[in-house]
């Protein structure tokens, strides 16, 4: 979304983008070692994660810390590669990777502390293409309604996710979105798909995208969700997990795509700021 609004050239987009999964492997696998310190106590007493590493002894708590180090040593090494000031909406996401393990264990809504780690990354395009949000209010009020679409997005997967382990989250005392609303999950995540539907097509009114954004991203993103939503069987662990697994990559698949389509379609008017290749990219 980012990439036509400051004009990136192709060869910037691809390169930027290779960083952003880079980085996000990364920072994923961090989360988890840290989550899973967390639970530690609370894993061998799930079906689902009492084989986890450190859950049956096969890694120490000490050296899941080290390792952990060199995870968070590797993310600041991709962090680094863009413009200075990604550092100053980098880093505080950490705060939101520390506390997630510890909201199930407070609230019955830790899926939306999930959101607000891994949606984050949406903050980050503007900035990493040179775009400071702090003094360009159209790039901020974009990131901030893509980043809020993220979340309703993460809420509405995780759900079906947290419903795997819904019987052994009671014995074990772990929170969750799918106990608090076990009767009405279906039309609870129906609200959240429209929400992060709106939202997303309200961050590309914001910015100013094409049909193809609208059509592509917006349409596909309703269809794949609402396909999920009617089919997924929420007593049954193992399609549960299939729909976590696949649906992210139906719908993730078809924004990627809709965005693309809509840079591709973007004409290159050397007059005009938003241009392909117009705007230098800070090193």
């Not at 990354?121 to 990493?128: L, T």
């Not at 609870?188 to 100013?208: D, F, K, N, P, T």
């Not at 396909?227 to 990559?249: H, P």
Request: hydrophobic content about 50%.
């Amino acid at each position: 979304m980012a990439a036509p609004y400051v004009g990136a050239t192709p060869v910037t987009v691809v390169a930027t983008s290779a960083l952003f999964f880079t980085g996000a492997v990364i920072m994923r696998g961090a989360g988890c070692t840290i989550n899973d310190l967390w639970d530690r106590n609370l894993d061998p007493h799930v079906a689902r994660t009492r084989l986890r590493p450190i859950a049956r002894g096969a890694v120490t708590p000490r050296n899941a810390i080290i390792f952990t180090g060199f995870q968070l040593l590797a993310g600041l090494g991709i962090l680094l590669q863009f413009p200075t000031s990604c550092l100053f909406y980098g880093v505080p996401s950490l705060l939101f990777v520390a506390v997630y393990p510890l909201a199930k264990r407070v609230t019955y809504y830790p899926q939306f502390v999930l959101g607000l780690t891994f949606s984050w990354g949406a903050f980050m395009g503007f900035p990493a293409l040179g775009i400071d949000l702090i003094s360009d209010p159209t790039a901020a009020k974009a990131a901030a309604l893509l980043y809020s679409s993220c979340i309703s997005w993460t809420v509405l997967y995780d759900m079906i996710y947290a419903h795997m382990d819904i019987k052994d989250d009671v014995n074990a005392g772990i929170k969750s979105i799918a106990l608090r609303h076990d009767k009405e999950t279906k039309a609870v995540l129906s609200g959240l798909a429209v929400v992060q539907i709106g939202l997303l097509a309200a961050a590309g009114i914001v910015i100013g995208v094409g049909p193809f954004f609208f059509i592509g991203s917006c349409g596909s993103a309703a269809a794949t969700l609402g396909l999920m939503i009617w089919k997924v069987k929420l007593k049954e662990v193992s399609n549960c997990w299939w729909w976590f697994k696949n649906g992210a990559w139906f719908t993730g698949g078809g924004i990627t795509l809709g965005l693309l389509g809509d840079y591709l379609a973007r004409p290159d008017d050397p007059n005009s700021e938003v241009s392909r290749g117009s705007v230098s990219v800070p090193q």
